[in-house]
């Protein structure tokens, strides 16, 4: 069961799940563009029976703090801030989505505190055709002004992201979602490719691979985890 905790970051509440052995090695989950931390339950409890598991939910999101300002690399130093609350020197960090973007632009910033690195379905950071979403209709459970900034950094990266990820040294999983996934996936293997020590794997699961496949995502993410030296086996169709 999950220990539903709060904790300040730089003046913003982050609300964060934890799971899994006190004593065992932290692993951190970032969810993506309007999820929260619960977006993991299904695979979580997996992970938590050998590490010490925090789903946290970003900025702008569920039950943390929506302060009105964003930005990825916001996002980026409320983590680096959290793990420094919770006296996390070194973990593992698995990020979906635009949690994928957070965790490598942390990752690039302070290699020295990730030890391993998952990017389960993460767009690589190039310019795209911009487009402008569309609210939907009711009561959300983010801030829609999250989204209209995050999207705009998305669409038009900063150059030097792209650069930076000869910056990791993370040993690096790269979780590809194959066709049916709305992210291309030559930029996925790109990603796989600059990062110096990145391997990919594809689970043609689409987009939200560890929904739509947990126990396949479960079991890539796992051996990778438990790995040494030995490339993590592909897992394709």
């Given at each position: ?52 598991v925090y789903a946290l939910d970003l900025r702008g999101h569920g ?164 790995s040494e030296e030995e490339p993590c086996p592909a897992l394709e169709a």
């Amino acid at each position: 069961m999950a220990d539903h905790q709060v904790i300040d970051v730089g003046g913003v509440r982050l609300a964060y799940q934890v799971s899994g052995p006190p004593d065992a090695p932290p692993l951190v989950l970032l969810h993506a563009m309007g999820e929260d931390g619960t977006d993991w339950d299904i695979v979580a409890p997996v992970f938590a029976r050998s590490w010490r598991v925090y789903a946290l939910d970003l900025r702008g999101h569920g039950r943390s703090d929506w302060p009105g300002e964003y930005s990825l690399q916001l996002m980026r130093d409320d983590v680096l801030g959290f793990l420094d609350a919770l006296a996390l020197d070194r973990v593992d960090l698995v990020g979906h989505s635009m949690g994928g973007l957070v965790a490598y632009l942390l990752a690039e910033d302070s290699p020295q505190r990730v030890n391993r690195l998952v990017l389960e379905d993460v767009p690589s950071p190039r310019p795209r055709e911009q487009t402008t979403p569309t609210r939907p209709d009711g009561k959300l459970t983010f801030d829609w002004d999250m989204v209209v900034a995050v999207r705009r950094q998305v669409d038009t990266p900063d150059a030097e992201w792209l650069e930076g990820l000869s910056r990791i040294t993370a040993k690096t999983l790269v979780v590809a979602g194959g066709p049916s996934s709305h992210v291309p996936q030559e930029g996925i293997a790109e990603l796989a490719r600059r990062v110096p020590d990145g391997r990919v794997v594809t689970i043609p699961a689409g987009h939200l691979i560890h929904k739509s496949e947990p126990t396949e995502f479960t079991k890539a993410v796992l051996a990778f985890l438990r790995s040494e030296e030995e490339p993590c086996p592909a897992l394709e169709a």
